[in-house]
Each structure stands twice: as C-alpha cells, then as structure tokens.
C-alpha cells in the first residue's frame, strides 16, 4: 500500500510496467522503480538510468520497496558513481521532492543537499544515507 500511495501521489499519470522481477514507471523526468532485498541490499540494474526508448540518460531514479519506509533516490554522480539517499525528511518523516537538484519537504519547509546535508530547518538532522557498491552491470543499496 505504502508504494501505491507514494506512486499516485508522485505520478497520476505515470503507468506501471512489469518487468521481470522490477516493476517501474516513469514521469516526465523522473523515474520510479520498486527493488527487492537481497541479502540486505536493493539492487537496481545500471540500464536503469537509461531510457530503453529514447536512450536519455536519467540522472536519478526513486526507488521503492517492502524494506524501506518510504522511498530513496538514487544520483548518479559520475560516470560509474552513484550515492543513495532517503527521500524520508527527518523532522516528521514526510516524503521529499526533488526540486532544482534539492530535495524539499512540503510540509515544513526544510531543504536537503542531494547528499542528504540538511541546509534549512525545521529538520535539524541530515537525511539517511545509503553506502552503496555495484559489480559491472548491478548497483547494491546497503540497507
Ligand atoms: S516534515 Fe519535513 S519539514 Fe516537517
């Protein structure tokens, strides 16, 4: 229920496509996927951040899952660098969005670096962070 709430409320025009084990769907610039744990990690294929139509490259894509209370987002920081961050606001755990490359609570107001530094309240404490490894193809979110 918690992705089907975070999907109509962040998308109402996006649809969702199954795709072997990864469902995902896409807005006009931001893209969702749903990742499932791994032996503690989510894994997101690196093809992810582009698109199979246009061939665009994505420079962040959300990704949601059973394991987390609301979603992550993904960056992708160079070219085979990547950072995770929680999309979770820590004043009152409401749902950031990504706004000029910041992420912004509507509920509040307080703004956060895309690493998850907290540069204006009421949040007082920096966003999670994820560490993150990949293999050649794979990128793995630590839970
Ligand atoms: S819940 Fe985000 S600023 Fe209050």
């Known amino acids: ?5 975070f999907l109509e409320n962040s998308c109402l025009v996006c649809l969702g496509i199954a795709v ?18 791994k032996k503690g990690y989510l894994e997101v294929d690196k093809s992810e951040f582009i698109d199979s139509q246009t061939k665009e490259e994505y ?5 949601t899952s059973n394991s987390l209370k609301k979603p992550l987002i993904l960056f992708k920081t160079g070219t085979d660098n990547y950072e995770a961050v929680s999309l979770e606001c820590t004043h009152k755990g409401v749902k950031l969005d990504l706004i000029n490359d910041r992420l912004e609570c509507s509920k509040h107001g307080s703004v956060f670096e895309k690493n ?3 540069i204006k309240g009421p949040a007082k404490n920096n966003l999670k962070s994820y560490n993150v ?11």
Do not use: P, Q
């Open 1 to 5: 229920m918690e992705r089907r709430k």
């Open 20 to 37: 072997g084990g990864v469902s995902l769907s896409s807005c006009s610039n931001i893209k969702t996927i749903n990742s499932f744990e």
């Open 59 to 63: 420079s962040n894509i959300i990704v």
């Open 116 to 118: 998850g530094t907290v």
């Open 133 to 143: 490894d990949k293999t050649l193809t794979i990128i793995k979110i630590k839970l």
